[in-house]
């Protein structure tokens, strides 16, 4: 899905009237849609991929196996800041330049955009947890437990969406301001 485009089905479910941002108005969708796009940062993951891609080369182990191997840690460091931060402003330029319906939402920063915009970042560092080598790797922060990281993405990945949900839920139930 998108940073982008949950940023945007937030400013519409806020556009549209109380409880009618599903299926009435604009964004059409349901709340579970406002979750998968949370929680998929395309846009990052997309670099991410490149970056890997420009950071790693992959050798021979043996006479059937391959191994990845990392060849800048500190670019791979850089790259985890960069992508953090530009999974936020994906964001919020989705949320504040969204094409508006005619209402005075568009462009209003709400509080809890101050919790949606921090969702996708850290859905990101899940996905990196759970990928190897990723941008991650280039922090050598060592986890311990050959699983550990899984689990910890894992439990990420659903806290996340609950939490997604609920925001998309409370934009949905936002009354409209006045003009």
Same mark, same amino acid.
């Given at each position: ?18 409880? %009618?941002?599903? #299926? ?9 849609? #406002? ?9 990052? $993951? ?7 891609g420009l950071t790693t080369t992959t050798e021979n182990a043996g006479t059937e196996s +391959?191994?990845?191997?990392? *060849? #800048?840690?500190? @670019? $791979?460091? !850089? ?5 953090? !931060? ?12 969204? %094409?508006?319906?005619?209402? *005075? +939402? ?6 809890? #955009? *101050?919790?949606?915009m921090f969702i996708p970042p850290v859905a990101l560092v899940a996905w990196m947890l759970?990928?190897?080598?990723? @941008? ?31 925001? @998309?839920?409370?934009?949905? +139930?936002?009354? +409209?301001?006045?003009?």
């Amino acid at each position: 899905m998108s940073s982008f485009l949950y940023g945007a089905m937030t400013t519409r479910r806020l556009e549209s009237d109380k409880d %009618k941002s599903e #299926d009435e108005q604009p964004p059409g969708v349901k709340t579970y849609t #406002d979750m998968l796009a949370s929680l998929v940062p395309a846009e990052v $993951l997309a670099l991410h991929a490149a970056i890997i891609g420009l950071t790693t080369t992959t050798e021979n182990a043996g006479t059937e196996s +391959q191994s990845t191997v990392i *060849n #800048d840690r500190g @670019a $791979l460091a !850089l790259a985890f800041a960069a992508l953090v !931060l530009m999974s936020i402003a994906v964001y919020v330029a989705g949320r504040l330049t969204t %094409k508006s319906t005619g209402s *005075n +939402q568009r462009g209003r920063w709400e509080k809890l #955009d *101050n919790v949606r915009m921090f969702i996708p970042p850290v859905a990101l560092v899940a996905w990196m947890l759970l990928t190897h080598p990723s @941008a991650w790797d280039g922090l050598g922060i060592d986890i311990p437990g050959s699983a550990m990281e899984g689990v910890i993405a894992v439990i990420l990945a659903v806290a996340l969406s609950l939490l997604a949900k609920a925001l @998309a839920y409370k934009a949905d +139930q936002t009354e +409209q301001a006045p003009s």
